[in-house]
């Protein structure tokens, strides 16, 4: 089979064919997928090896995050800045990620973007998603990127095992300052996974994760029931990026 057909299956490029061959590039989980119903004879094995693939997209010191990420049954995220990683649309993951000067922007936006399929799996992790105010309009890219990206986030909203609040900024009393992360499982203690500069650092002493969970309830406390916050999502599409 050519590179040409293939593409045509997968519904990518033959140069896109040609950079995965050669593993300059990571691909989606989706042409891993369409590469064993092309070759029956692999058993699966494009599909079973493609979360190795995928692993090497992260950098080393992010990838145990992503595979307890992948293992979490609750997933509760606080970001003071900017839409985390969760939720971003390709075009945000793009534009943030960019900004880095990384040398495979394309396997980074692609890795990132395939970590969402924990929210949209047959039994999916649960999302709680608590952002400030200003991080729906601190600008990144176009208006257009923007409303697409408060788009996906209400979108999310609406979804029953997920729940987003945002707090307004007159109720933001900055005493939780760090973007951080909350990862319950069926089986085992919950870690903390905390972003900083120039790495995060992941957290599992239990007295490191009760403070968390309280500096996450405090934050609760602070942000606006979800209904009132889907209301502040289109409110702020509709003024600020239409």
Same mark, same amino acid.
Request: charged share 25%; hydrophobic share 40%; glycine share 6%.
């Given at each position: 089979?050519?590179?040409?057909?293939l593409?045509?299956?997968?519904?990518?490029s033959?140069?896109l064919?040609?950079?995965?061959?050669?593993?300059?590039?990571?691909?989606?989980l989706?042409?891993?997928?369409?590469?064993d119903e092309?070759?029956?004879?692999s058993?699966?094995?494009?599909?079973?090896?493609?979360?190795?693939?995928?692993?090497y997209?992260?950098?080393?010191?992010?990838?145990?995050?992503?595979?307890?990420?992948?293992?979490?049954?609750? =997933?509760?995220m &606080?970001?003071?800045?900017?839409?985390?990683?969760?939720?971003?649309?390709? /075009?945000? $993951? %793009?534009?943030?990620?960019?900004?880095?000067?990384?040398?495979?922007?394309?396997?980074l936006?692609t890795?990132?973007?395939e970590?969402?399929?924990?929210?949209?799996?047959?039994?999916?992790?649960r999302?709680?998603?608590?952002?400030?105010?200003?991080?729906?309009?601190?600008?990144?890219?176009?208006?257009?990127?923007?409303?697409?990206?408060?788009t996906?986030?209400?979108?999310?909203?609406e979804?029953?095992?997920?729940?987003?609040?945002?707090?307004?900024?007159?109720?933001?009393?900055g005493?939780?300052?760090?973007?951080?992360?909350?990862?319950?499982?069926?089986?085992?203690?919950?870690?903390?996974? =905390?972003e900083g &500069?120039?790495?995060?650092?992941?957290?599992?002493?239990?007295?490191d994760? /009760?403070m $968390? %969970?309280?500096?996450?309830?405090?934050?609760?406390?602070?942000?606006?029931?979800?209904?009132?916050?889907?209301?502040?999502?289109?409110s702020?599409?509709?003024?600020?990026?239409?």
């Amino acid at each position: 089979m050519s590179r040409i057909e293939l593409g045509q299956k997968a519904a990518c490029s033959a140069s896109l064919v040609a950079k995965i061959e050669t593993g300059s590039r990571v691909p989606q989980l989706s042409f891993a997928e369409v590469c064993d119903e092309i070759f029956p004879h692999s058993q699966g094995r494009f599909a079973r090896l493609w979360p190795l693939a995928m692993r090497y997209a992260f950098p080393p010191w992010f990838r145990p995050y992503v595979e307890l990420e992948w293992k979490a049954t609750v =997933v509760a995220m &606080f970001h003071p800045q900017f839409f985390p990683g969760l939720v971003q649309t390709p /075009e945000y $993951a %793009r534009e943030m990620l960019r900004a880095g000067r990384p040398n495979k922007l394309d396997d980074l936006v692609t890795a990132r973007i395939e970590r969402q399929r924990i929210l949209t799996r047959e039994d999916p992790a649960r999302l709680w998603v608590i952002l400030n105010e200003s991080v729906l309009k601190n600008c990144v890219g176009s208006s257009t990127l923007m409303r697409a990206q408060l788009t996906r986030l209400r979108d999310l909203a609406e979804t029953p095992h997920h729940r987003v609040q945002i707090i307004p900024s007159a109720k933001f009393n900055g005493l939780v300052g760090s973007p951080f992360g909350l990862l319950s499982f069926k089986e085992g203690a919950d870690v903390v996974h =905390v972003e900083g &500069f120039p790495k995060g650092y992941l957290l599992a002493d239990p007295a490191d994760v /009760e403070m $968390a %969970r309280d500096g996450y309830d405090l934050l609760k406390s602070m942000a606006c029931p979800p209904d009132e916050s889907a209301e502040m999502l289109d409110s702020v599409s509709k003024e600020w990026y239409s």
